[in-house]
């Protein structure tokens, strides 16, 4: 089972900046790839951004490439999302979970989902 809790959401002006942050279980957590994705109302999970566990590779939507940095902290199995000059389009619920790399985008490794964490951005 995959045990991931996501926080750091909020409510933020356009062009303002969030951190989110993604605490897992050290099993999930140990050696993955980790992700995180978006859901907007009335759409479906988008991939946003994946780092694998030596954080010496990084991917990213292009919709968020320049703004967004994905980075983790092995110690704590925590992930991160830097999120800089944010845009109304950047509104979803936020989630993090395993990744797979296809290409150079993330899928999710697990069907197994946390609460995730509200991002709105007023305009």
């Known amino acids: 089972q995959v045990e991931l809790v996501e926080s750091g959401g909020g409510l933020v002006q356009a062009g303002g900046s969030l951190r989110l942050s993604c605490a897992a279980s050290?099993?999930?957590?140990?050696?993955?790839?980790m992700g995180w994705f978006r859901q907007a109302p009335g759409k479906e999970r988008e991939f946003v951004a994946a780092i694998t566990w030596s954080g010496g590779s990084t991917y990213y939507a292009d919709s968020v490439k320049g703004r967004f940095t994905i980075s983790r902290d092995n110690t704590k199995n925590t992930v991160y999302l830097q999120m800089n000059r944010l845009k109304p389009e950047d509104t979803a619920v936020y989630y993090c979970?395993?990744?797979?790399?296809?290409?150079?985008?993330?899928?999710?490794?697990?069907?197994?989902w946390g609460q995730g964490t509200q991002v709105t951005v007023s305009s």
């Open positions: 979970n395993r990744a797979l790399i296809i290409g150079v985008e993330g899928v999710p490794a697990s069907g197994a």
């Open positions: 050290a099993r999930t957590f140990s050696g993955a790839i």
